[in-house]
């Protein structure tokens, strides 16, 4: 939390805002605030594809084969780099399915999960066992 308030008073000063709506106005209409919400989401994005690209198909490989976590991130980068429009693909299915698992008071969580799961142990199958290199 504190590194949020660090990054705020960096590009909007210290000033305090009576009201959340005086804070939105000035986080939205302001130069600065706009140039806070770019980065703020440009830095997400590239940290969210860091990880999905870490994690595409490590952790079905690190149980499917006596491989080390370093390969395992390495095999999943490959993947990435190699499949890249099954990997957007499953990144945004992803994304969507938990959102709208999220909606019914997260109950949705129970069915979209093990989905996810088996459905990503399919994908491993097709992208890192069908191209073993």
Known sequence: MYQVQLLVALFLGTRS?????????????????????F???AIGALLSIALFSVTFVSFPLLLDRDVDFVTAMITSVRAVVTSPV????????????????SLPLFLGLVVVLPILGHTTWHLYRRIVVSNPN
């Open 39 to 41: 980065l703020g989401n």
């Open 86 to 101: 099954a990997a957007i693909g499953w990144a945004i299915t992803i994304v969507v399915l938990l959102v709208l698992a």
């Open 17 to 37: 805002f009576a009201t959340l709506h005086d804070f939105l106005v000035a986080l939205t209409t302001t130069p600065e605030g706009l140039v806070f919400l």
